[in-house]
């Protein structure tokens, strides 16, 4: 038995007024709880409009939308709003608010007491790497592109809501500190467990943040929604393939690790393997096969030297390895769709 | 140096009645301006996000700012009888302007995405209002109603035209006796208080601008 879904669209639809094509056609869609599912595809797709249409900051013209079980699509939208997180590119902090007040906004409209909101509001500053006592009396004027997103996550976890909707929230930060931002996010996810939807149009952001895709077409249509490993073994269409570009097998060796594998036994340095030379790069244990090919790659070798905790080899990772794992995946994600076609 | 010497010793003479006006005309123009500024927030408020009524508002209040004063003045004398009140009436009428034009401007310039996420946040649209957008649109609706003020204190030196009070006494009171004993001095003392009260009223505003507007929005 699955577990019922955190967020269920049930063939739900947008047609803008004053147009004639839908944004978003029929969509069916479950995510999980605790899950972060990525909506991914190219620009005026509909993603936006599908996240936005979950906490209905725009009605749906057509379909059900269900949160726990229980049909949202008629309740006061302010009320729901406040159960769940909203996070935009443009992060909209208040201006005139100083980060703590900012912080407070939701709490505040729920009407806790004050020092339960002070407390809220340290808390989560400190879980975002921010520090209350610097930061919480700055205007936002005063912050840098990454610390203001900080903030914006953490004023969408005032309440301490259950689900979150990210639309591209770090979009427009560069490319270090969205790195930064994305790895901190997830660390935090770690603890949180919090249900996330989160938009993005770069599926190498897709591929690194979520514990699945959805990857959509024209009008939010599902072309694939499955783990990024399933994906990149097994594109179901040439939509999807294109869309994932090139590269895509190799992508799919960031999944796996070089301790996992069945290495080759590692014949001492001056050992006479077949190949004549023994390899001189190494790498360690809980490093990915993309790490070991790069390696491989780096040194010309077409192997490379897998060290221990201890750093003592232990063995070898050969190019071989790289291709049985790919070809491993690949038959896991055919058999795990031919079983999905033979079920339906 | 012997005009200040008069114009002083005219002063001292009739400090009384100088007060008195003085006092009078602050009334007016404090009494239209804070009706303006209620009367012309809403309207902006309301305007704001319809576009229709929004050029016609502006556009209206803007026609007002042509009408030459004493015939706006006089408008509402039937009305209302002779006196402050027909003043005042025209006063509020030129007062809408720039604080409409500042209301709506200032509304308009608030960010979408601070919009967007406060109602992503749950906020109703009265407290999108009162929480974000007013408090955002604040410092430029300020600066209408300082426009305003400064505006109205000018304009008001006409009510004794309709009957009404003020420095305008001291003006109209000289240059209809002109020629005779202290007239430059009377005319020099309404101007002259009329300007000095508009600097006044001006720095407090300022004040109170500086203190209701966020230090987040200080440039
Ligand atoms: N408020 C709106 N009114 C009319 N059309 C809209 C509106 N918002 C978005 N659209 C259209 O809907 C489609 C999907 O937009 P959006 O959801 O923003 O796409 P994405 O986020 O994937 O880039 C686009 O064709 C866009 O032009
Ligand atoms: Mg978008």
Known sequence: MAVEPKIRLDHVSKVYPGTD???????????????????????????????????????????????DGDDVTDVNPDQLRRRIGYVIQQIGLFPHQT???????VPKMLKWEKKKISARVDELLDMVGLDPRVYGGRYPKELSGGQAQRVGVA????????????DEPFGAIDPITRESLQNEFLRLQDELRKTIVFVTHDIDEAIKMGDRIAILGKQSVVHQADTPERI?????DDFVRSFI???????????ERVGDLDLAPFDGPNGNGESGAEPTGTITADATLYEALEEMLRTADGKTIVLDDSGEPAGVVELSHLSDALRTAQDEARRHYDELEAAS | MDGLQSWWSYVV???????????????????????ATVFSVALGIYVQSRPTSKAIALAISGIFLTIPAL???????????????????????????????????GLDEVSPAVVESARGMGMSPAQQLWRVRLPLAWPLIMTGVRISTLLTVGIAAIAILVGGGGLGVFIQGGLTRLGLPNSVESVWVGTVFTVVLGLALDAVLSLIQRLTSSRGLRA
């Not at chain 1, 990525?38 to 725009?58: A, D, E, F, W, Y």
């Not at chain 1, 969408?156 to 809501?161: H, Q």
């Not at chain 2, 003085?22 to 009494?31: K, N």
């Open chain 2, 71 to 105: 015939a706006l003045f006089a408008l509402f004398i039937p009305l209302v009888g002779p006196g402050n009140s027909p003043a005042m009436m025209a006063l509020f009428l030129y007062a809408i302007l720039p604080i409409l034009r500042n209301t709506v401007t």
């Open chain 1, 155 to 166: 004023r969408a976890l005032g309440a301490d809501p259950s689900i979150m909707l990210m």
């Open chain 1, 232 to 236: 990149l073994a097994y594109p179901v």
């Open chain 1, 99 to 105: 980060i703590a007040e900012n912080v407070a906004t």
């Open chain 1, 21 to 67: 094509t839908p944004a978003v056609s029929e969509l069916t869609l479950d995510i999980d709880p605790g899950e972060i599912l990525v909506l991914v595809g190219p620009s005026g797709c509909g993603k936006s409009t599908t996240l936005r249409l979950i906490n209905r900051m725009i009605e749906p013209t057509g379909g059900r939308i269900y949160l």
């Open chain 2, 13 to 35: 003479g009739h400090s009384d009645d100088v007060f008195e006006a003085t006092l009078e005309h602050a009334q007016i123009t404090v009494t239209v301006v804070i009706l």
């Open chain 1, 245 to 255: 570009g090139a590269g895509t097998a190799m992508k799919g060796l960031a999944f």
